[in-house]
């Protein structure tokens, strides 16, 4: 089942002399379950890319259809909304709340959505990220590891449509990366989560079921 279809895609910023394209006509699809890695070099698109896919910016052309919607149909305000609740997005440098402990990072979409706290859920979420003696613990109180996991559970608790993850593992040494990408692609097993993983890590990519190459805005390869 297709879940995600990027059409034509395309990012342009400034004009005349200043004129960068930075995404040029890409397309792709995902199907649901799939745990899909972009990689390119620094300035390739691929970040540009995953933060189109997420609505968290509009294109200069081409469509997103997450689900069979046309995400760019939408106004800012139902964007908004749909990215809370179909999209879950991991950064590379966890942007926790720092004054709310990890149960209220993990929770803070449904809270922020006025919806209820399933504590079956929650401790499902917590034993999967291996943080239920944490779960009382603020951001400062946790290693880099302990955040990043914690982010992952925030992305995850809404069962999201799809997960982007944003160079998840940049901010970590080599143990936490491991652990991080072992994570990720247990949710992807265990939950059929369907996750897109930007990532500058040949190494990193080869987890994922699926790699596609960008450089300089274009798929360059894929497979």
Request: proline residues 2%; without cysteine.
């Given at each position: 089942m297709?879940i995600?279809k990027?059409?034509n895609?395309?990012?342009i910023?400034?004009k005349?002399?200043?004129?960068?394209?930075?995404?040029?006509?890409v397309?792709?699809?995902i199907?649901?379950?799939?745990?899909?890695?972009?990689?390119g070099?620094s300035?390739?698109?691929?970040?540009?890319?995953?933060h189109l896919?997420?609505?968290?910016?509009r294109?200069?052309?081409?469509k997103v259809?997450?689900?069979?919607?046309?995400?760019?149909?939408?106004?800012?305000?139902?964007l908004?909304?749909?990215?809370?609740?179909?999209?879950?997005l991991i950064?590379?440098?966890?942007?926790?709340?720092?004054?709310?402990?990890v149960?209220?990072?993990?929770?803070?979409?449904l809270?922020l959505?006025?919806?209820e706290?399933?504590?079956?859920?929650?401790?499902?979420?917590?034993?999967?990220?291996?943080?239920?003696?944490r779960?009382n613990h603020?951001p400062?109180?946790?290693s880099?590891?302990?955040?990043q996991?914690?982010?992952?559970?925030?992305a995850?608790i809404?069962?999201?449509?799809?997960?982007l993850a944003?160079?998840p593992?940049?901010n970590l040494?080599?143990?936490?990366?491991?652990?991080?990408?072992?994570?990720l692609?247990?949710?992807?097993k265990?939950?059929?989560?369907?996750?897109?993983?930007?990532t500058?890590?040949?190494?990193?990519?080869?987890?994922?079921?699926?790699i596609?190459?960008?450089?300089?805005g274009?798929?360059?390869e894929?497979g």
């Open positions: 297709e995600l990027v059409e895609l395309t990012k910023y400034g005349d002399t200043t004129k960068v394209v930075a995404l040029d006509h397309s792709f699809s199907e649901k379950g799939e745990f899909v890695a972009i990689v070099a300035g390739s698109g691929k970040s540009t890319l995953l896919i997420g609505g968290v910016d294109p200069t052309s081409g259809y997450i689900d069979g919607k046309n995400i760019y149909n939408f106004d800012d305000d139902k908004a909304i749909f990215r809370r609740r179909q999209v879950g950064y590379q440098f966890y942007n926790l709340i720092p004054i709310l402990n149960e209220e990072n993990i929770t803070l979409p809270s959505d006025n919806r706290v399933d504590k079956n859920t929650l401790n499902d979420m917590l034993k999967l990220l291996g943080l239920q003696n779960k603020l400062n109180e946790l880099g590891g302990q955040q996991r914690t982010s992952i559970g925030r995850l809404t069962n999201p449509t799809i997960v944003d160079e593992t940049g040494d080599s143990k936490s990366s491991d652990e991080i990408v072992a994570l692609k247990k949710s992807n265990e939950l059929n989560q369907t996750i897109i993983m930007i500058h890590n040949m190494e990193i990519a080869k987890v994922a079921d699926r596609i190459k960008i450089e300089d274009r798929i360059v894929e």
